[in-house]
């Protein structure tokens, strides 16, 4: 009988399996631009957990393994950062990413009161770009940050909360 993969917030204890799938799952990305030295390949223990209590964090488990992870911020004009969206190579094309995303979403908009989403993805990373436009996302801009890497960034409005008549 298989297991489900469950979605929710990220406990402290999570950093070490969040970092580690990050490593796994930025390999591709390193390769695709040529550069080894992507932020999400470089960043510490220390440094993650930093991050993750500084914003929402949520993944995605199967079992007690970690097969996914997302992060959100949320600034004081109510524009949602959205970052480190993985999932484990073994899991892709399952759905998963989209899980997250929709998931990352409702709680920024719900808890954190976001207005606006952004998110950034290098401009040869045509799976994460599709699953952005899929899911409403459009371009806003971009930026050259090497020779070989240029990242798109893309944004949509939160949809309004449903507010039940009485």
């Given at each position: 009988?298989?297991?489900?993969?469950?979605?929710?917030?990220?406990?402290?204890?999570?950093?070490?399996?969040?970092?580690?799938?990050?490593?796994?799952?930025?390999?591709?990305?390193?390769?695709?631009?040529?550069?080894?030295?992507?932020?999400p390949l470089t960043q510490?223990?220390?440094?993650?957990?930093?991050?993750?209590?500084?914003?929402?964090?949520?993944?995605?488990?199967?079992?007690?393994?970690?097969?996914?992870?997302?992060?959100?911020?949320?600034?004081?004009?109510?524009?949602?950062?959205?970052?480190?969206?993985?999932?484990?190579?073994?899991?892709?094309?399952?759905?998963?990413?989209?899980?997250?995303?929709?998931?990352?979403?409702?709680?920024?908009?719900?808890?954190?009161?976001?207005?606006?989403?952004?998110?950034?993805?290098?401009?040869?990373?045509?799976?994460?770009?599709?699953?952005?436009?899929?899911r409403g996302y459009q371009?806003?801009?971009?930026?050259?940050?090497?020779?070989?890497?240029?990242?798109?960034?893309?944004?949509?409005?939160?949809?309004?909360?449903?507010?039940?008549s009485a």
């Open positions: 009988m298989g297991m489900s993969v469950t979605i929710s917030a990220a406990a402290g204890n999570d950093a070490e399996q969040i970092l580690k799938l990050q490593y796994l799952c930025y390999q591709s990305e390193a390769e695709l631009y040529g550069d080894y030295s992507i932020d510490t223990l220390d440094d993650l957990r930093a991050e993750l209590g500084g914003g929402c964090v949520l993944v995605a488990r199967l079992g007690e393994e970690v097969v996914g992870s997302v992060r959100g911020t949320v600034d004081g004009a109510g524009t949602a950062v959205i970052t480190g969206l993985i999932v484990h190579p073994r899991m892709r094309r399952h759905g998963l990413g989209g899980r997250l995303l929709a998931a990352i979403e409702e709680q920024l908009a719900g808890e954190w009161s976001a207005k606006r989403y952004r998110l950034a993805t290098g401009q040869r990373s045509e799976v994460n770009l599709r699953l952005y436009r899929n371009p806003t801009h971009t930026e050259r940050i090497s020779r070989t890497l240029t990242l798109v960034t893309l944004e949509k409005e939160a949809a309004p909360a449903f507010v039940a």
